[in-house]
């Protein structure tokens, strides 16, 4: 069972991100601020549950929490700034989208830049151990993959669909026949180095 919450007695916003890693597409994040004394025995990091589990999840999440909201960078966003600030500014995002100002920030991960004047955390694995985080986790990864499985329709060839733009090795293949997508982050190694030059 995962804890209720780092900071006891305040409104507390759990924060996580998805596709820091992909090679396509924006970087999504998500905020939640959930009731005092949460309970649902359910919820964990959504690297851990099944696909349908997720969209379950998603849905009890967007009933019961009191607050939530998703935070997008795009691809091009995240050329000009690099991923790390893109995944922060996403987070950023998410917060200034929340109903509810929270009192405290709890953040999977080990980096974070300060929001306003709200005291923040940093908590390694945190997806695993916080339920805000959790559902945060799980709200920032499934409407992610909605959004790659709509450019999927667009761009079949790179299979997004199913890779959700991390790069597989269908992925880097299809890049190697196709070039690449107004979607692809440049600024990413996305063939090997020798390759770069036949397809850009």
Not at 28 to 34: C, F, H, P, T
Not at 53 to 70: G, N, T, V
Not at 82 to 94: F, K
Not at 128 to 149: E, P, V
Request: with cysteine; glycine share 6%; charged share 25%.
């Amino acid at each position: 069972m995962l804890q209720n919450a780092y900071n006891i007695d305040k409104v507390e916003a759990g924060c996580d991100e998805a596709g820091r890693g992909c090679l396509a597409g924006s970087v999504y994040a998500a905020a939640v601020i959930l009731p005092p004394d949460y309970e649902n025995p359910l919820l964990n990091d959504s690297k851990q549950l099944t696909e349908k589990k997720r969209y379950l999840l998603r849905d009890i999440i967007q009933r019961e929490a009191l607050a939530w909201a998703i935070g997008i960078v795009t691809a091009e966003e995240i050329d000009k700034i690099n991923i790390l600030n893109a995944s922060i500014l996403a987070m950023h995002r998410a917060l200034d989208g929340l109903s509810l100002r929270p009192e405290a920030i709890i953040v999977d991960g080990n980096r974070f830049k300060p929001y306003n004047d709200i005291p923040s955390t940093t908590i390694v694995k945190g997806d695993g151990k916080y339920l805000s985080i959790a559902a945060a986790s799980i709200l920032a990864k499934t409407y992610r993959d909605d959004y790659m499985k709509t450019l999927a329709a667009e761009y079949p060839q790179y299979d997004w669909a199913s890779n959700k733009g991390y790069p597989t090795k269908k992925h880097r293949e299809a890049i190697r026949q196709h070039g690449i997508t107004p979607y692809h982050r440049k600024s990413f190694t996305l063939l090997p180095p020798e390759e770069l030059s036949l397809n850009f």
